[in-house]
Nanobody
């Protein structure tokens, strides 16, 4: 049974940082591209960042480029999202996801999803 469990969310002020983690189990972690998505109230789920199977390639949405960093540790079966200079518009539930095909920006390409962790940024 595949499980993705996010952690690290919370309530912070604008300009602060958070580090999200996503621990995976039940799959061969290094065979999956990993992504982070977010969904704000009343909005569709949107792509944030993705990392290839061995971490060589990373991809970011323009709205987080230069502020967020995605990384992975295949020995620990964990993917991270370092979020710096947080803004109120970053407020959302953040989800990690696993893509057995490779890595993608579209949520439809992902095979497994976590339950999400709430990030709230106050102004």
């Amino acid at each position: 049974q595949v499980q993705l469990v996010e952690s690290g969310g919370g309530l912070v002020q604008a300009g602060a940082f958070l580090r999200l983690s996503c621990a995976a189990s039940g799959l061969t972690f290094s065979s999956y591209g990993m992504g982070w998505f977010r969904q704000a109230p009343g909005k569709e789920r949107e792509f944030v960042a993705a990392v290839s199977r061995y971490g060589r390639y990373t991809y970011y949405d323009d709205s987080v480029k230069g502020r967020f960093t995605i990384s992975r540790d295949n020995a620990e079966n964990t993917v991270y999202l370092q979020m710096n200079s947080l803004k109120p518009e970053d407020t959302a539930v953040y989800y990690c996801a696993a893509d057995r095909a490779a890595v993608a920006r579209s949520a439809r390409e992902y095979d497994y999803w976590g339950q999400g962790t709430q990030v709230t940024v106050s102004s």
